[in-house]
């Protein structure tokens, strides 16, 4: 998904030039950048809460086996 973000990115920067003066354009693209934005976001969580996870069940593995 990163990689088809990276891909279009510079499509929305074309468009935001060619474009400048249309403010439902401009809209649209803000409302694209805050997606995502958002999205990244999200998944950094998912990343961090599957990391804390992992380190918890590794805790209680170690703490089994005492």
């Given at each position: 998904?990163?990689?088809?973000?990276?891909d279009?990115?510079?499509?929305?920067?074309?468009?935001?030039?060619?474009?400048?003066?249309?403010?439902?354009?401009r809209?649209?693209?803000?409302?694209?950048?805050?997606?995502?934005?958002?999205?990244?976001?999200?998944?950094?969580?998912?990343?961090?809460?599957?990391?804390?996870?992992?380190?918890?069940?590794?805790?209680?593995?170690?703490?089994?086996?005492?």
């Open positions: 998904m990163f990689e088809r973000i990276g279009m990115l510079p499509r929305f920067h074309v468009y935001r030039r060619l474009f400048s003066t249309h403010e439902h354009v809209h649209a693209l803000s409302v694209v950048y805050l997606d995502i934005i958002t999205f990244c976001c999200d998944a950094k969580k998912v990343f961090q809460d599957a990391r804390t996870q992992r380190g918890m069940m590794a805790r209680e593995a170690a703490y089994s086996k005492r």
